[in-house]
């Protein structure tokens, strides 16, 4: 009974193990190379797939989704005979998993090396200067070889990047002494400039300050000048609505003569046509005010003078005492 089991035994885990290689689950955006004897039979797609046990084998398992190859930094030598180091970034996806199992022994290996070919014939016909200005360039030229290179391998190379682009040190201080004076350049252009506005600024503000400045002092003159002409003009007329005599009328015109000469702005002042009548008037009553002085002097020889009134001018006038 004990050999029985064991045989038993022996061939439950047979079939046990002939279940689990006959059963092949294969993931979502995957795919695997199924070999009958060592020949390629089929390729297994995502889902629940049947393979005869210990006669199929799985070649290889792929990835079909996109992946991303960073590739380390490659020295490639530019027109001008500079060094530069140059990082480069690969997205490709298998699109052919028997291809490339079968027409390339390592395409991750292949594709790293026919980058670095590649962006050296590419990079050796461009000056420095190009090279660092030119990255979408560089980038669309190694896309279309590396596409249509990789194509018969069962691959498609979706995009490729250019991480970095390290030109030689000595390059890189120059640069960085270039980038410097510019900006020390740009700087001192933006302060003379702002100076210069700063100054066109303040002379228009002074300039305007002058001119408003100047307006006033002209509007005030001309107020002055209206006003102290106004003045003349309402004691004239106020004299003559007082109808006064000749000799308070002269009187007068001799005390508003300094007035009307004292304004600033009279450059040019006109004598009334009055003014000499009153003057006339004026003159020959000083000259009747020197006749009655003297005849009270005559007659107030007896120690003072007698006030009288003279009734013509419409005034009281006291005579002052002659003294011999």
């Not at 439950?12 to 689950?25: E, H």
């Not at 995009?159 to 740009?186: C, F, G, N, Y």
């Not at 100047?214 to 005030?220: D, P």
Request: hydrophobic share 40%.
């Amino acid at each position: 009974m004990e050999p029985v089991i064991i045989v038993l035994v022996i061939l439950v885990v047979l079939v046990f193990i002939a279940l689990i290689k006959t059963i092949q689950v294969i993931p979502q955006a995957s795919a695997a190379i199924v070999e009958r004897f060592g020949r390629y039979t089929r390729t297994l797609n995502a889902g629940l797939n049947i393979v005869v046990p210990f006669i199929d084998t799985i070649r290889n398992r792929i990835d079909l989704r996109e992946q991303v190859v960073p590739f380390p930094p490659q020295p490639v030598i530019t027109q001008d005979n500079l060094v530069v180091n140059i990082d480069t970034v690969i997205y490709y996806q298998v699109t052919d998993a028997r291809a490339a199992t079968y027409e390339v022994a390592s395409y991750i290996q292949a594709i790293e090396q026919l980058t670095v070919t590649t962006l050296r014939n590419i990079i050796g016909g461009m000056d420095l200067e190009r090279t660092l200005t030119s990255r979408e360039e560089i980038n669309a030229a190694l896309r279309g070889v590396l596409d249509e290179a990789t194509g018969k391998w069962g691959i498609r190379v979706n995009r490729v990047e250019l991480k970095a682009i390290e030109p030689p040190t000595s390059i890189q201080d120059s640069m960085e002494k270039q980038m410097r004076a510019d900006r020390d350049k740009r700087a001192a252009i933006l302060t003379a400039e702002g100076t210069r506005q700063a100054a066109i600024l303040t002379a228009e503000g002074e300039k305007q300050s002058q001119i408003l400045r100047a307006e006033g002092e002209a509007k005030a003159a001309a107020l002055r000048a209206e006003g102290e002409a106004q003045a003349v003009r309402t004691v004239f007329e106020a004299i003559h609505a007082g109808d006064p005599d000749q000799k308070l009328l002269s009187y007068q015109y001799l005390q508003m003569l300094p007035k009307i000469a004292e304004g600033d702005a009279n450059k040019l002042w006109i004598v009334p046509s009055e003014i000499g009548d009153a003057l006339k008037g004026l003159s020959g009553a000083m000259g009747n005010f020197g006749n009655f002085g003297g005849g009270g002097g005559s007659t107030g020889g007896g120690g003072g003078s007698v006030p009288q009134q003279h009734k013509g001018t419409g005034t009281d006038r006291r005579e002052r005492p002659s003294i011999d």
